[in-house]
């Protein structure tokens, strides 16, 4: 849901202006201690859920969330939404194109996600086995749908190694190769819900994920209007000013028409005034794990090369 819709984490920062950079990829998170029923992240969190839990209720549901519901608190109202919401067809392109994704590697999977703490793809995605989730979130926020997730006996396929790295950790990129990423094996990335605060940070987002995602890796996700430097309703500038956003940081990219993808899914859209991007973006640079592979091999075959010159000496 980001920072358009009904809890919208800008109005934290400019009520809560105790934000650090953490980690050498500088993504900004709060300091502030908020008391639980009234931190923004969590109540947007939970606004997200609720919509999914919404949409599993419909009667022809684009996706089905059975743990969503246990995060939507009990005086929530019962009456389900008869509109399809932009958010829950950016859940299901999202889910779909990750699945699709997934099933192409050979080997070990690398699935990043970058959410608001109470993502449940893990849980309730037909993933392959074999594969290695990170889920980059809020702690506070994470910490309490794990506890809620064990209520209600969630568990993930058999086969998947789950990690979550606190979105304040000091340096994200080195607790994920702790945790076992390589970068010189193929990732996707997904965005939702992730507290994307401004462009700035949006642009710390990108370089971390340029620097892990090896050459040819997808990241896929909804960006938050309110970090746009363009007015949205003009699409020609939009498309300019995203395409320039993620060049600049080595992603080829496409934005996804969320009527279009609502008309190919046989679904009635009415975007009203939803102005999140939906997009997906190949990595086109090598990693730096893999320009530092290539570094040693370059060095070893020159000292090879020393070694014979010295002996035909």
């Known amino acids: 849901m980001g920072c358009v819709e009904a809890f919208p984490v800008t109005y934290y920062i400019n009520m809560h ?31 997200s859920a609720s919509l999914r839990h919404q949409e599993t209720l419909r009667p022809e549901p684009l996706f089905l969330d059975p743990y969503a519901g246990c995060f ?48 449940t793809r893990p849980y309730r995605l037909q993933l392959p086995s074999s594969i290695l989730i990170f889920d980059i979130s809020p702690e506070s926020v994470f910490r309490i749908a794990a506890e ?27 607790a994920m190769q702790f945790k076992g990423y390589n970068g010189s094996r193929p990732s ?46 003009i699409k020609s500038n939009t498309r300019q000013w995203v395409d320039k956003l993620f060049m600049s940081k080595g992603f080829r ?22 102005n999140n991007i939906l997009f997906v973006a190949e990595q086109l640079l090598h990693s730096d794990d893999q320009m530092e592979s290539w570094r040693r091999e370059f060095q070893r075959i020159e000292n090879e090369g020393d070694e014979e010159g010295f002996e035909e000496l």
């Not at 929530?76 to 889910?95: E, G, N, R, W």
């Not at 990750?98 to 993502?119: E, F, N």
């Open 17 to 47: 202006p105790s934000l650090i950079c953490t980690s050498k990829r500088k993504l900004c998170v709060s300091t502030a201690k908020l008391n639980g029923d009234n931190d923004p992240l969590l109540l947007a969190a939970t606004a």
């Open 72 to 119: 939507v608190p009990h005086n929530s109202p019962k009456d389900v939404i008869q509109d399809l919401h932009p958010y829950c067809l950016a859940t299901k392109f999202i889910d779909d194109k990750l699945l699709h994704t997934v099933s192409l590697i050979d080997g070990l999977k690398q699935l990043i996600l970058l959410t608001d703490g109470m993502d």
């Open 148 to 174: 809620k997730l064990k209520g209600v006996g969630a568990k993930m396929p058999k086969g998947c190694i789950f990690y979550h790295i606190p979105l304040e950790s000091s340096d994200i990129e080195q």
């Open 188 to 233: 996707i990335w997904a965005l939702q819900g992730f507290p994307v605060m401004t462009l700035a940070n949006f642009e710390e987002v990108l370089s971390m994920i340029s620097s892990l995602a090896m050459k040819g890796s997808l990241f896929v996700g909804e960006l938050p209007a309110c970090v746009a430097e363009t007015d949205i309703e």
């Open 253 to 274: 990219v496409e934005i996804i028409n969320y009527k279009g993808f609502a008309e190919r899914s046989g679904k009635d859209f009415v975007s009203g005034h939803y």
